[in-house]
């Protein structure tokens, strides 16, 4: 079990400890860090940053963030040819799938660069 669930576990009071532990040691859901994901799927950041009409330097920083939003992870992992997904658990019913987070298959576009134009020489 990774540091980082460890450490997410320890934080938990409730009965979802066991439930989280008893999904991770059963192998049902693979746990990687968006790096490791990327590498996994055989593809470079700049690789990455192309599919996404992104810079290179933008997967990076994704890639380090601790929080985003939904439509930046969905199109994170949709330049992958992946589908990301959202499931709320709750004790009293049958987990839910949530729909409508994020842009889906909408990849941002790359900013223009702006031509630097020459001081205009005084007259």
Known sequence: MGRNLNKMLDERTDGRRDH???????????????PE????RKMTQAQLADVMNIRQASVAQTEIR?????????????AMGGKLSF???????????LQGLGNSG???RRR???PVSPK????
């Open 106 to 108: 909408i990849f941002p």
């Open 112 to 114: 223009p660069h702006s």
């Open 87 to 97: 499931v709320a658990e709750f004790p009293d019913r049958p987990p839910v799938s």
């Open 20 to 34: 989280i532990v008893a999904e991770s040691d059963s192998g049902d859901v693979e746990q990687l860090t968006l």
């Open 37 to 40: 994901l990327r590498k996994a």
């Open 66 to 78: 601790k929080e985003m939003m939904a439509s930046t992870l969905r199109s994170y992992v949709e």
């Open 120 to 123: 205009p020489e005084p007259g």
